[in-house]
């Protein structure tokens, strides 16, 4: 029953809106850094080494302890458009627990993993799993993100997935003791000029 719960949590059906956005991706497709399956391949893991894995994932497991972190990673955000996001869909995960029955998230404006987290602690979750299962989930909205803005095939979207997919488990085992760092310049300048890029497919 808890693997249905999670896999429940972390399904793209999730009303969340979490496929709106690129988290950057797009703005890397308009100044040509991402051009094909490779390239793509890369942003998405350096993303995920680099911000995900140094200061998402650690947080997140942090969050699901029940360490009040919101406020940090909120801060975290570099930009506008990446504030809006974790803050739109933190809102409507929230409510979305709230109408199950699990709660209502103790925060006036929670951040997506610190709704996240609330959701793992009331569905009474295993938090590594639950990481592992966050992780994935925003990977495979990287990988169909990339799809529709490079674009890439299914075969070579199921490719990366498949490749970045096997080192998941590792961030989440390296989140407890993880130091945070969230040093990712190019990617906040990146979704920085997306706030103005005039031609666009996502919200961030």
């Known amino acids: 029953m808890n693997l249905v719960r999670l896999l429940q949590l972390a399904s793209p059906m999730l009303p969340v809106g979490a496929y709106s956005y690129s988290q950057g991706l797009e703005a890397a497709v308009e100044a040509g850094i991402i051009q094909d399956a490779p390239s793509a391949e890369a942003w998405i ?3 995920l080494e680099y911000s995900m894995g140094r200061f998402e994932a650690p947080l997140l497991w942090r969050m699901m302890q029940g360490e009040p972190l919101n406020d940090l990673f909120l801060a ?11 803050l739109q869909m933190g809102h409507s995960l929230a409510k979305l627990v709230s109408e199950l029955g699990l709660g209502s998230v103790p925060l006036d404006e929670p951040a997506y993993p610190a709704a996240y987290a609330f ?12 990481l592992i299962a966050y992780l994935w989930s925003w990977l495979e909205n990287q990988v169909m993100a990339a799809v529709k803005a490079v674009p890439l095939g299914q075969s070579a979207a199921q490719r990366i997935l498949l490749f970045l997919g096997e080192r998941l488990e590792g961030i989440a085992d390296a989140a407890p003791a993880a130091l945070l760092s969230n040093f990712v310049p190019g990617l906040a300048m990146l979704s920085a000029l997306h706030e103005t890029q005039y031609s666009r497919l996502f919200r961030s």
Do not use: F, K, W
């Not at 602690?121 to 590594?128: H, K, V």
């Open 76 to 86: 975290g955000r570099e930009t506008a458009e990446l504030r809006a996001e974790t």
């Open 45 to 47: 893991a350096d993303t």
């Open 119 to 130: 959701a793992v602690q009331r569905l009474e979750l295993d938090p590594r799993e639950a």
